[in-house]
């Protein structure tokens, strides 16, 4: 059982960077993947990106490619959302998500605003 707390998200300008941090209370080492959802003001949640147990990295959304980078540090229990270039269509509840035997754990979500 592991419980996620996310946090780094705020007002940022158009093309500017912010960095997410997602910490676990458990270990994150026997967790396959762990990923990061996002949900805009009357959309749907979608993937935005997720990283395995090993680091590699499953299927990015075609709208964050080249801008978003995903990370982990098992060390510190933490998986990272580093944002650079952000567009105003980037604003959303960003939520850190895994599946462990079988039940759904969501973080709290963070807000990123990315406006002038």
């Known amino acids: 059982q592991v419980q996620f707390v996310e946090s780094g998200g705020g007002l940022v300008q158009p093309g500017g960077s912010l960095r997410l941090s997602c910490a676990a209370s458990g270990s994150i080492f026997s967790i396959y993947a762990i990923t990061w959802y996002r949900q805009a003001p009357g959309k749907e949640r979608e993937l935005v990106a997720g990283?395995?147990?090993?680091?590699?990295?499953?299927k990015d959304a075609n709208s964050v490619k080249g801008r978003f980078t995903i990370s982990r540090d098992n060390a510190k229990n933490t998986v990272y959302l580093q944002m650079n270039s952000l567009k105003p269509e980037d604003t959303a509840v960003y939520y850190c998500?895994?599946?462990?035997?079988?039940?759904?754990?969501w973080g709290q979500g963070t807000q990123v605003t990315v406006s002038s």
């Open positions: 990283i395995t147990s090993a680091g590699g990295s499953t």
């Open positions: 998500y895994a599946q462990i035997v079988g039940t759904d754990y």
